[in-house]
């Protein structure tokens, strides 16, 4: 739980953006996991004497639950969000994903002990998700005029509203998870709140992913993180509305006809998009961010490139005209900033970075 330099989080007018993690670990779920940082950052942490064993539960991997006092930062952003009348973000989780339930081991593999640990895994994530839909709601019942979170405390002459409106300042929830078909664990009364957004890496995670993303109904936006891109993906499919309903249609995803649940519309409605960093990053063609911000103008969908991350290659007439490194045929762009997230220092049409309204 922390101010974050992400820099999608950063607040309406500029202000801090947040991160909050109701526990610590996880398991992978898709190529985009395979240098994960969390993992990374806890790994660190074991070998000082530290924190949490990364991987499946009954593999001996742990979930570590955030403190209440820390899950209760938030409303701490939302008064300052207030006072400096801005809407802030609060991206959860970066060190875990808030969307998991713990797989129990292959039938061969089941014991009773197994079973036991990730059950009891799976009630305490439960717990701290609950806690964590108590948290959201609550920021979200803010006044503007005199400051209170909590009806009780509502100053009596105040006739301001007792629900803070997403025009007024406050804090965005901004659920990033890779396992969007999880959806319905956030209860409805509080998806209104949230931008639930899951991440894609290359084609095979966007035909797969993005289509369970599309099935989450009821939430504030559905967002794409393309981090790290390591591959062309194609979006049009998957970002396109339909002209006379709306109607968003991935082919063999259930939508391949126009209107089939009568209109509803289901599309993306942002999209972020990076290179990866680390010193094990994989090399994030420049062409491949192009032709997403591409994709995403075509479609009407407002595009944040974030980085160009650690290796950013580009083709031989482009690197003709910028600084680059490596040999002809394999050349990267030489960026001052290691994970390419300087925009001074990209080409000038991928300096986007847009939000949704
Ligand atoms: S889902 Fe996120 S936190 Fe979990 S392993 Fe993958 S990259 Fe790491």
């Not at 059950?119 to 305490?124: E, I, P, S």
Request: with cysteine; glycine share 10%.
């Amino acid at each position: 739980v922390s101010e974050t330099s992400i820099e999608w989080t950063r607040g309406s007018k500029g202000g801090p953006g947040y991160t909050l993690n109701p526990w610590l670990g996880c398991a992978k779920a898709h190529a985009g996991c395979t240098n994960c940082y969390a993992e990374k950052h806890q790994a660190v942490n074991m070998r000082k004497g530290g924190k949490v064993q990364w991987g499946e539960v009954w593999q001996g991997g742990q979930r570590v639950a955030t403190s209440a006092s820390t899950m209760a930062r938030p409303f701490q952003w939302a008064r300052e969000a207030a006072a400096a009348d801005e809407r802030r973000r609060v991206f959860c989780a970066s060190l875990g994903d808030v969307l998991e339930v713990p797989d129990m081991p292959p039938f061969a593999r089941l014991t009773a002990d197994l079973r036991e640990a990730v059950n009891r895994a799976r009630a305490q994530m439960d717990r701290q998700r609950a806690l964590l839909w108590e948290v959201i709601w609550g920021t979200s019942r803010m006044c503007p005029e005199c400051g209170p979170l909590e009806e009780a405390e509502h100053d009596r002459d105040c006739d301001g509203p007792r629900h803070i409106g997403f025009d007024a300042p406050g804090l965005d929830w901004l659920l990033l998870t890779k396992r969007p078909e999880n959806w319905a664990l956030v209860p409805e009364h509080i998806r209104p709140l949230v931008w639930l957004g899951t991440s894609i890496s290359d084609q095979r995670t966007a035909d797969e992913w993005v289509p369970r993303l599309l099935a989450a109904e009821g939430f504030r936006y559905r967002f794409l993180s393309v981090e790290p891109l390591v591959g062309p993906v194609d979006l049009t499919r998957l970002l396109r509305v339909c002209p006379a309903c709306d109607h968003v249609g991935p082919v063999g995803a259930g939508f391949v006809n126009c209107c089939p649940d009568g209109g509803a519309a289901r599309r993306i409605d942002w999209v972020i998009v990076g290179g990866e960093s680390g010193s094990k990053a994989r090399p994030c063609n420049v062409e491949w961010v192009r032709s997403i911000v591409r994709q995403c103008r075509e479609a009407g969908v407002p595009c944040f490139v974030k980085q160009l991350g650690a290796e950013p290659s580009v083709a031989a007439n482009e690197a003709a005209g910028m600084r680059r490194r490596g040999t002809p045929g394999a050349w990267r762009l030489a960026l001052n900033d290691p994970k390419g997230g300087d925009w001074a220092e990209w080409p000038e049409d991928l300096r986007v970075r847009e939000f949704p309204p």
